[in-house]
């Protein structure tokens, strides 16, 4: 039988945000996230200054997530950290973290993959908010990653579809940089998009076999027309950027659907759940609330505060796991690669 109360720290450091949640049970008492803004100077993510950044934010960060639950250290059932994948010296410092403390505090430690997380942030509790059930097909998007997984239960999960090369995400940032945006730049495209008229410009979709996806083509379209319109008028992308940005995305949106139509005729599974940043993709939120009402699936969206990366998510695994004494040894090795 389930012990009452279970109170979970959850740690996430993976990247640029140093994020810890207290939950109880299901429930997000606090999520607290910590962003490092020096990166958008240098148009990405600079691994060295995110690790230094870590290390100053952790211990404030964690302070502020057990006061804004009002929860003690000495109340916490488990400490839940992102393991993998990231980055490595990011990743070094909350596991690092989440080690001692759990060791000091003699509680069990929970080793949570990153993009299993985003998948069961689903889980969370929150009022007006489904959960998908078993199985579904969740589209996992973000600066790093993008897959199609199959989802057998929490912890039975199968990667059907892949990017071969760039990942949605970084295609919305290498084609804002192209277009002289800030980073990241997939905010501004999508804002940009809703005022501008999606089928401008035609941008041709990659032809890869099966599920997986490719990127890296988009790019270098996007690159050799943007060159090409430029010298015929300098002043092209600053006079049609809406319009750009609303065709990018338009194509970006089109190739995730397709491959999406493609695993729901394939597995025959018609439940559709979303996670990782570019989730919080107002475009993409549309077009699957769309494919709902074309192709009869049911769509899962999370909330915006729990698609991009956040400690919620790692403590919601940690809570399952801990339901199934699911727990870490403390030689436990952070691995930038950790696969689903």
């Known amino acids: 039988m389930k012990k009452e109360n279970i109170y979970i720290l959850g740690i996430e450091s993976s990247c640029d945000d140093t994020s810890a949640a207290i939950l109880c049970d299901n429930r997000v008492l606090s999520n607290v996230v910590s962003s490092q803004k020096i990166h958008a100077e240098y148009g990405g993510v600079v691994p060295e200054l995110a690790s230094r950044a870590h290390q100053q934010n952790i211990v404030p960060v964690v302070d502020l997530a057990l006061k804004k639950a009002n929860v003690t250290k000495d109340q916490l059932n488990a400490i839940a950290f992102t393991r993998g994948p990231g980055l490595m010296g990011s990743l ?55 897959q199609i997984v199959k989802v057998n239960n929490h912890f039975s999960m199968e990667v059907i579809g892949e990017t071969i090369d760039d990942a949605v995400g970084e295609a919305y940032d290498k084609s804002g940089k192209l277009l ?114 074309k192709f009869g699936w049911t769509t899962y969206i999370p909330k915006f505060e729990y698609t991009t990366d956040n400690a919620a998510m790692i403590g919601i695994v940690g809570y399952l796991k801990y339901l199934e004494n699911d727990f870490t040894d403390f030689d436990v090795m952070a691995t930038a690669r950790l696969k689903i």
Do not use: W
């Open 180 to 293: 002289g945006l800030g980073y990241p730049a997939g905010p501004e495209i999508d804002r940009r998009a809703q005022l501008g008229n999606p089928k401008a410009y035609k941008f041709t979709k990659p032809k890869v076999d099966g599920l997986n996806f490719s990127f890296s083509g988009l790019k270098t379209a996007i690159l050799y027309f943007v060159q090409r319109e430029t010298k015929v008028s300098p002043d092209f992308v600053k006079t049609n950027l809406n319009d750009i940005c609303a065709s990018i995305q338009y194509t970006i949106i089109g190739i995730l659907m397709d491959k999406l139509k493609l695993a729901v005729a394939q597995t025959g599974i018609e439940h559709i759940a979303i996670g990782g940043g570019v989730s919080a993709n107002s475009g993409i939120r549309k077009a699957l609330k769309t494919g709902e009402q």
């Open 92 to 146: 070094l410092v909350g596991t690092s973290f989440a080690k001692s403390l759990a060791f000091g505090l003699n509680i069990p430690l929970i080793d949570v993959n990153h993009m299993q997380a985003h998948i069961l942030a689903h889980y969370i509790a929150e009022e007006n908010q489904n959960t998908p059930p078993f199985p579904f097909l969740a589209l996992t998007i973000s600066g790093g990653h993008t």
